[in-house]
């Protein structure tokens, strides 16, 4: 078959935590086991991604785990579906979210005694995160 001129195929590669992202999105009710089941991605990578959207409240535990009971797997809810780009942890253990321009930090981070401001997200653009705004309100109450 003839290609047209100027007409390329191009080959899009997702990373693992792409690949884990959409299965959260997907699934909106997972555990680690299934995420890797479905996404492909190694244990390691997908427990730390899963800490880190955990501490920055992406998700919520639904169930913790239970030692010693078969199918004891915690189970994680996504709670912050912001859109299709996944949530990049960075080395400072700050999640940025592409989707909204928000920097996230860790929770237990948010109520440092030396800090008077809130830091769990900053916004890096024109959209508002809601849900900081309510935090704030709940906190300030």
């Not at 890797?36 to 501490?55: E, F, I, P, Q």
């Not at 994680?76 to 949530?87: Q, S």
């Amino acid at each position: 078959m003839a290609r047209c001129h100027g007409s390329h195929s191009v080959k899009v590669s997702h990373n693992a935590r792409y690949k884990i992202w959409q299965s959260m999105r997907v699934q909106k009710t997972f555990t680690v086991a299934e995420l890797m089941a479905t996404s492909g991605a190694k244990l390691d990578n997908t427990k730390l991604y899963v800490k880190a959207l955990r501490r920055t409240e992406f998700l919520r535990v639904v169930r913790p785990r239970q030692s010693g009971r078969k199918g004891g797997d915690a189970v994680y809810r996504l709670i912050r579906n912001t859109g299709p780009k996944p949530p990049r942890v960075r080395e400072n253990k700050t999640v940025y979210d592409a989707n909204t321009g928000a920097v996230h930090e860790r929770e237990d981070d948010m109520f440092d005694i030396g800090r008077n401001h809130f830091p769990h997200a900053t916004m890096n653009g024109p959209t508002q995160n809601l849900g900081v705004l309510r935090m704030q309100r709940r906190v300030l109450a």
